[in-house]
């Protein structure tokens, strides 16, 4: 396998951990908003924003992980009808 292929397996590992760690925190959030009543002086807009935050992350790091394995089929496509012709 290509060096090139092999450092993006390594990037896909490297964000599927830290997606892995931001869902671990997003239920940590959750689970504290879940204890909190919802009235004027529990949960706070910070509250709400370091979910979505979460949310987000998690979201974009899913993208770039697609994105991430669209090039390593393209790689692997291109490397391959080289070695046929």
């Known amino acids: 396998m290509d060096k090139k292929v092999l450092s993006l397996h ?8 830290e997606i892995a760690a931001k869902r671990a925190e997003l239920v940590q959030i959750e689970s504290e908003l879940t204890d909190k009543k919802l009235n004027p002086y529990g949960i ?8 979505m935050e979460a949310m987000e992350d998690i979201t974009k790091m899913e993208g770039c992980i697609m994105g991430i394995d669209l090039c ?14």
């Open 10 to 17: 390594n990037v896909k590992v490297k964000l599927e951990n």
């Open 44 to 51: 706070t807009n910070i509250d709400f924003s370091k979910r």
């Open 72 to 85: 390593i089929e393209t790689m692997e496509e291109v490397e391959s009808e080289t070695e046929d012709a």
